[in-house]
């Protein structure tokens, strides 16, 4: 980034992976109630306000294993569920199964994955999905878009196409990363990928393992992309050296940013350069799970660092920056669901540098966040009965 670290976030508020974390300017609130809620909950159910904190949440719904959710223009949401199903909850709470979806390796962390909507799709009506196949080689992500059609009561896909897949395809289950994203002006398709748990890969410029890439919607590289000369897959990178990066999102400014899981410790928020070299596995502020050291990210080493980081790691799952009216003094705000922290996290930006405003512990791994059309604020629980919850201001 040509800059210094403009933030360390040492972070002593976990005693594990698996303890929820708090920030200490906020009362650490007692977890959300684990009661039981029918599949399709309608808006009405009564709201909880935790004392210390500034919003109140609402219980909407329950799916199975949820990884990824967004919303279309008339207030309806689609959510992933990693086992291979796409449903459509409508805003007066009903949920719809959607045809058409391709199947999944449902295995360690693969399955369906990311959704979002194509630029214009009040016209063209196209969804676009990652997920993961298995074929020669192993496993690996790929991303596809198809049209929502279908009647109302029984939406479907059709039409699927796949337009990009990681290259090369490789053993285990992990390290998919798979978060998509547009630009602001709709013409370029952002992927993050991660290394697949290989790690060398993330540094290799003949695969897209650990790499962001940049497409046309239709899935080509896109002109103008740093190695775009070299054909082949190198042609699709836009970043390289990432591990395993599973948030993707664009502040009002232009400016991408990425949520990346570190090995043991060194969990990060990236601000994403063109070209730029993020370090994995040559730099990290973590370590590796057996204990052996890896060089701290520092001012000359050729590498990009952090915005931000977390050790001990938070887990971060997702990335939204906040752009609503329901929470105006959060405008521009990076907010992150964390599944070992349990908690969500509200990181301050201010151009690009980044500071860490609040931890929300919630009790419950957070697969998901997401801003809806109403400014209020959405998360997804990581469980196979995860639940949809709401966000709304207290007061």
Known sequence: MGRT????????????????????????PAPVSSTSAPAATPPSTPKTAPDGRPFVIEKLSRFDEPWAMTFLPDGDLLVTERGGALKLRRADGHVLTVGGVPKVVHDGQGGLGDVIVSPGFAMDRLVYLSWVERGDGGTGALVGRAELAGTPDEPALTGLQVIWRQQPKTSGSGHFGHRLAFSPDGQYLFISSGERQKFDPAQDLGTNLGKIVRLTPDGAPAAGNP??????VTAQLWTRGHRNPLGLAFDSSGNLWSTEMGPRGGDELNLIEPGRNYGWPKASNGSHYDGRDIPDHRAGDGFAAPAAF???????????????????QWQGDAFIGALSGQALIRVDLDGTTARLADTWGLGQRIREVEQAPDGTIWLLEDAPSGRLLRLSPAS
């Open 5 to 28: 670290l403009t933030l360390t976030l040492v972070m002593v508020l976990l005693a594990g992976c698996s303890a929820p974390i708090s920030a200490p300017t906020t009362p650490a």
């Open 227 to 232: 190695w775009a000369g070299q054909g082949g």
């Open 310 to 328: 977390w050790n001990p790691s938070i887990s971060p799952s997702s990335l939204m920056i906040y752009t609503g009216t329901a929470f105006p």
